[in-house]
């Protein structure tokens, strides 16, 4: 997994818990099915199974991949629209390439982010480039969609362009884990990650046998998923392992720990570790468009179907279907 790395030992640490810190039970372990998504991309569907109230202010969160794809194999999804939330596509191997009606676009590689405010609506695609295409290789990352509140469903359109290199990086009070923060405030640092709805969004990459204490804010909810390797969360020491999500109750702090013995693919504990404010409003959801009632999603249709979202212009970019001669 070559997202940005660095030596934990030479970076600034998080607190470690004090007496008044209130660990976070574990209140769920589930395991994210497997399926297809846009042109047959395989994913694994992290929040799957768990309670609407306990994701908010996240809607969807697919892991893609971890894929070796062979020459010609790689897919990406054609040109589609979006209303009313954000979309955020993290890559720890690989390469999109994106572009959206308003202007926004570029090239999403390792340990990128590419951070969209859909907004009042918008058309966009993520595709590999015709290299990747053709010679294959290795493709993994994650998508997450944050709903945005009522007073800001029609946001004007946004992006973020996050290379590997801006996130915020600290390591655990021991040095043991590498923590990249992408967006939000871990023990003061913040990330460069721009958001309408408060949330914490960070990469942790916890080394065999160590373990991992984060603070986090109490009106916030949290989730861990496990992107690689294998280990344990809470001070209950529930096993978690790869496509695992872990629902945490209340508290200010929570820990996750790395079995001491791991696969050789996968030598270290790869974590997301992520959690908001609660939103607490009606969710009226059909496809890509994520609103309060059914009649403003019957609204992002008609405004989808007139055009009024967006329109796809001349030479624009488009999925690559070269194909073996």
Same mark, same amino acid.
Do not use: C
């Given at each position: 997994m070559p997202a940005v790395t660095a030596d934990p030992t030479t970076l600034t640490r998080?607190? &470690?818990?004090?007496?008044?810190?209130?660990?976070?039970? @574990?209140? #769920?372990i589930t395991t994210a099915p497997s399926g297809l998504q846009g042109e047959g991309f395989p994913v694994r569907m992290a929040f799957a199974g768990v309670d609407a109230r306990d994701l908010d202010p996240f809607i969807m969160m697919d892991q893609m991949g971890e894929v070796e794809y062979a020459p010609y194999e790689p897919k990406g999804t #054609?040109?589609?629209?979006?209303?009313? *939330?954000?979309? +955020?596509?993290?890559?720890?191997d690989g390469t999109f390439l994106h572009q959206d009606s308003h202007g926004g676009g570029g090239v999403? %590689?390792?340990?990128?982010?590419?951070?969209m405010t859909a907004g009042a609506g918008i058309l966009h695609i993520e595709t590999p480039p015709e290299e990747l295409v053709? #010679?294959? !290789?290795? *493709?993994?990352?994650?998508?997450?969609?944050?709903?945005?509140?009522?007073?800001?469903k029609f946001a004007p359109p946004a992006y973020q362009n996050l290379e590997g290199t801006d996130v915020t990086l600290l390591a655990s009070a021991? %040095? !043991?884990?590498?923590?990249? +923060?992408?967006?939000?405030?871990?023990?003061?640092?913040?990330?460069?990650g721009s958001t309408h709805t408060?949330?914490?969004?960070?990469? &942790?990459?916890?080394?065999?046998?160590?373990?991992? #204490?984060?603070?986090?804010?109490?009106?916030?909810?949290?989730?861990?998923? @496990?992107?690689a390797g294998s280990g344990t969360v809470g001070v209950e020491q529930r096993p978690l392992r790869t496509g695992q999500l872990a629902?945490?109750?209340?508290?200010?702090?929570?820990?996750? &720990?790395?079995d001491a013995q791991q696969e050789s693919r996968s030598p270290a504990l790869e974590v997301l570790v992520l959690g908001g404010r609660p939103i607490r409003e009606p969710i009226a959801q059909y496809g890509p468009f994520v609103m309060n009632t059914r009649d403003e999603l019957r609204q992002a249709v008609e405004d989808y179907q007139a055009g009024r979202l967006g329109v796809i212009p001349d030479g624009a970019l488009m999925p690559h279907t070269g194909r073996r001669s």
């Amino acid at each position: 997994m070559p997202a940005v790395t660095a030596d934990p030992t030479t970076l600034t640490r998080v607190p &470690a818990a004090g007496l008044g810190d209130v660990e976070r039970p @574990v209140r #769920s372990i589930t395991t994210a099915p497997s399926g297809l998504q846009g042109e047959g991309f395989p994913v694994r569907m992290a929040f799957a199974g768990v309670d609407a109230r306990d994701l908010d202010p996240f809607i969807m969160m697919d892991q893609m991949g971890e894929v070796e794809y062979a020459p010609y194999e790689p897919k990406g999804t #054609s040109r589609h629209p979006h209303r009313g *939330f954000e979309t +955020v596509t993290y890559l720890l191997d690989g390469t999109f390439l994106h572009q959206d009606s308003h202007g926004g676009g570029g090239v999403i %590689a390792n340990g990128g982010t590419q951070w969209m405010t859909a907004g009042a609506g918008i058309l966009h695609i993520e595709t590999p480039p015709e290299e990747l295409v053709m #010679s294959g !290789g290795l *493709f993994h990352g994650f998508q997450l969609w944050v709903n945005l509140p009522r007073v800001k469903k029609f946001a004007p359109p946004a992006y973020q362009n996050l290379e590997g290199t801006d996130v915020t990086l600290l390591a655990s009070a021991d %040095a !043991g884990s590498l923590i990249r +923060v992408i967006a939000g405030d871990v023990g003061g640092a913040k990330g460069p990650g721009s958001t309408h709805t408060p949330i914490n969004l960070v990469h &942790a990459t916890v080394t065999a046998g160590a373990q991992l #204490s984060l603070p986090w804010r109490p009106d916030f909810n949290a989730l861990v998923y @496990v992107l690689a390797g294998s280990g344990t969360v809470g001070v209950e020491q529930r096993p978690l392992r790869t496509g695992q999500l872990a629902v945490l109750g209340a508290g200010d702090r929570l820990t996750v &720990a790395a079995d001491a013995q791991q696969e050789s693919r996968s030598p270290a504990l790869e974590v997301l570790v992520l959690g908001g404010r609660p939103i607490r409003e009606p969710i009226a959801q059909y496809g890509p468009f994520v609103m309060n009632t059914r009649d403003e999603l019957r609204q992002a249709v008609e405004d989808y179907q007139a055009g009024r979202l967006g329109v796809i212009p001349d030479g624009a970019l488009m999925p690559h279907t070269g194909r073996r001669s």
